[in-house]
């Protein structure tokens, strides 16, 4: 269901899911004047805390989605949320991303296609659907990563190979699920592109974040990326140009592969969705990600996207703190005033579990990087706990 009337304060806006993504949606909503629901399973899910109202209940329950369909609005805050719900709620108020996209982005088989359909290239890849499809050919994608086609984040889901015996057992390890085997590439770097879009003539991205990973998890996120002018512009019309195939409505995050000495560009994945890489946005640029979603699904173009000073976002996981449970040293964070502390407001840390971040700007990308690595490094300081 859509009209073309834009959806003002005090409005009930909707989102399926109620993590800390959720949290921040919810915040930047409330701040805007808007009310919102949360759908969620977990009685203490983050979002909950600021809504209005939260559903606890599984995200396809029907009575909870006749409920959440009385919004002037919803969306949602992870990909793997129950596409034929959004499309349920779709005929009876405004959602976005639409479902069929969600569904695209669950799948990493029907993701590839789509980003190539774009003109954009990916990985050299080949789907692993049956053992059959393990044949003398695929070992011209070797050495490569088994990545099953759903289900897989923060590098849950994948295996190194670098011979068809390996692949062999690493897709029956997989539990022999459709899979994609990607080839490995000269990787250099990640990068990651937030676009904003409402339609063909409202849409604009954030600076691209420069991504630095440990085991597999996002640890920090600098911008502006430390790479020339030319190909962060090149990553940005590839993203707009991805979301355009799409015909994509909402906050888009597109991950770039930045491979080889000549800094070639090719696309990772995309979520349909806030991204992590974009929490900086909240306190380094004119308005933020969260803002953008609530604006976009609103009905309403997306606003400034600048860049306001250099920065860099650190990631804090459940391994910050103690194994009695006590608090990380939030001292030396919360002293440097150049710094932004964000926890999620989640019970139970433990060990890869994203509790919070926090994003410290600077005179440049460089400084901003140093500064946020010896603000990390102190959280594990025993010393004025």
């Not at 759908?39 to 203490?44: E, H, S, V, W, Y």
């Not at 070992?139 to 990563?145: K, N, R, S």
């Not at 849950?156 to 670098?162: D, E, F, L, P, T």
Request: glycine share 6%; charged share 20%.
């Amino acid at each position: 269901m859509n009209t073309d009337q834009p959806i003002l304060p005090p409005s009930m806006l909707g989102i399926l899911g109620g993590g800390q993504l959720g949290r921040m949606f919810t915040i930047a909503a409330k701040t805007m004047g808007y009310r919102v629901t949360v759908l969620d399973p977990d009685p203490n899910a983050p979002a909950a805390e600021f809504s209005d109202r939260h559903l606890c209940a599984a995200f396809d329950d029907q009575v909870a989605l006749n409920e959440l369909a009385e919004c002037a609005a919803v969306t949602t805050e992870f990909e793997n949320v129950n596409a034929d719900a959004m499309r349920f709620l779709a005929k009876h108020t405004t959602v976005s991303p639409s479902g069929d996209c969600v569904a695209i982005a669950q799948n990493r088989i029907q993701e590839k296609s789509w980003i190539r359909k774009a003109g954009l290239q990916t990985a050299p890849y080949q789907a692993v659907c049956r053992k059959e499809d393990i044949t003398e050919a695929s070992a011209q994608y070797l050495p490569g990563i088994l990545k099953t086609a759903t289900l897989g984040y923060d590098g849950k889901g994948q295996i190194r190979v670098k011979t068809l015996e390996e692949l062999r057992a690493a897709f029956a390890e997989h539990g022999r699920v459709d899979c994609v085997l990607e080839k490995m590439v000269d990787l250099r770097g990640e990068i990651s592109v937030v676009v904003c879009r409402l339609n063909h003539e409202n849409v604009c991205t954030f600076d691209p974040a420069e991504n630095i990973h440990e085991n597999g998890i996002l640890a920090y996120s600098i911008v502006p990326a430390r790479l020339s002018a030319d190909v962060q512009q090149q990553a940005q019309e590839m993203a707009r140009r991805l979301a355009d195939e799409l015909d994509y409505v909402g906050v888009l995050a597109v991950e770039i592969f930045v491979v080889g000495d000549t800094h070639e560009l090719i696309v990772n994945e995309i979520a349909t969705r806030p991204h992590n890489s974009g929490h900086h946005t909240i306190n380094a640029c004119a308005a933020n990600q969260f803002q953008q979603q609530v604006r976009i699904m609103c009905k309403l173009p997306p606003a400034d996207t600048r860049l306001l000073a250099s920065c860099c976002m650190a990631n804090i996981l459940g391994d910050v703190w103690s194994e009695n449970g006590s608090e990380p040293n939030w001292l030396p964070l919360m002293n440097n005033t150049h710094a932004h502390l964000h926890l999620y407001g989640k019970k139970n840390a433990r060990a890869g579990r994203k509790m919070g971040h926090f994003t410290v700007l600077g005179a440049d990308a460089d400084a901003a990087f140093e500064a946020a690595k010896q603000l990390h490094a102190s959280l594990t300081d025993k010393r004025n706990r």
